[in-house]
């Protein structure tokens, strides 16, 4: 894999956490991103995406309001902030970036990805 998560932990509930997503060996400047979520014994889910160039955010509407997206291109990473996190939050968050020409949104689909990060652990819990 060459895309790279971090920051995740082990937080309480209320708390904010900020999670990074960076290649590991070339530029994002040419990738839409979207970040998704996996819960124990549940399926992935879509958080939100990002453009290209940074001036569209989609969010799915579970997390619309307490998560927020952005991207630092000079930075070649692009962050996903989570705000009042609740024990449902407890996830392995995953980045993906899709390749595009030109402009690209960006989707909750997860199906035009075409990387993956490994993912990061996020613990919420008292």
């Known amino acids: 894999l060459r895309l790279v998560e971090s920051g995740g932990g082990l937080v309480q509930p209320g708390e904010s956490l900020k999670l990074a997503c960076a290649p590991r060996?070339?530029?994002?400047?040419?990738?839409?991103v979207g970040w998704f979520r996996q819960a124990p014994g549940k399926g992935r889910e879509a958080l939100g995406c990002?453009?290209?160039?940074?001036?569209?955010?989609q969010y799915a509407d579970s997390v619309k309001g307490r998560f927020a997206i952005s991207r630092d291109d000079a930075a070649n990473t692009v962050y996903l902030l989570l705000n009042n996190l609740k024990p449902d939050d407890t996830a392995v968050y995953y980045c993906?970036?899709?390749?595009?020409?030109?402009?690209?949104?960006?989707?909750?689909?997860?199906?035009?990805?075409?990387?993956w990060g490994q993912g990061t652990q996020v613990t919420v819990s008292s």
């Open positions: 993906a970036a899709q390749w595009v020409l030109g402009y690209g949104s960006g989707s909750l689909n997860e199906s035009v990805y075409d990387e």
């Open positions: 990002i453009s290209n160039y940074g001036d569209h955010v």
């Open positions: 060996s070339y530029s994002l400047e040419i990738y839409a």
